[in-house]
Nanobody
């Protein structure tokens, strides 16, 4: 089992920055991919970014150039640095992990709220 705990959400003005953290515990060695997703009220869950244990990250089109995902393996933590935030970035952000290269995510965090005011 793997447990994921997000932190770092909050209220920020448009153009500002936030950094989210997701710390994993448990069988962390089994995680091949970790990702960030978000869901705004009344909308479907949206892919934000993933990072692979083998290296490399991929970003959703709406956040490319503004968000950066990184990881600290020693701390079993991934980060999402969010810059140039826009009101449309307002959502609950979820950390997720999977033990397979492709497919569904096996583990999800509880989510952290990010609110961007105009």
């Amino acid at each position: 089992q793997v447990q994921l705990v997000e932190s770092g959400g909050g209220l920020v003005q448009a153009g500002g920055s936030l950094r989210l953290s997701c710390t994993a515990s448990g069988r962390t060695f089994s995680m091949l991919v970790m990702g960030w997703f978000r869901q705004a009220p009344g909308k479907e869950r949206e892919f934000v970014a993933i990072t692979r244990r083998s290296g490399g990250s991929t970003y959703g089109d709406s956040v490319k150039g503004r968000f950066t995902m990184s990881r600290d393996n020693a701390k079993n933590t991934v980060y999402l640095q969010m810059n140039s935030l826009k009101p449309e970035d307002t959502a609950v952000y979820y950390c997720a992990a999977r033990t397979k290269v492709l497919g569904e995510y096996d583990y999800w965090g509880q989510g952290t709220q990010v609110t961007v005011s105009s």
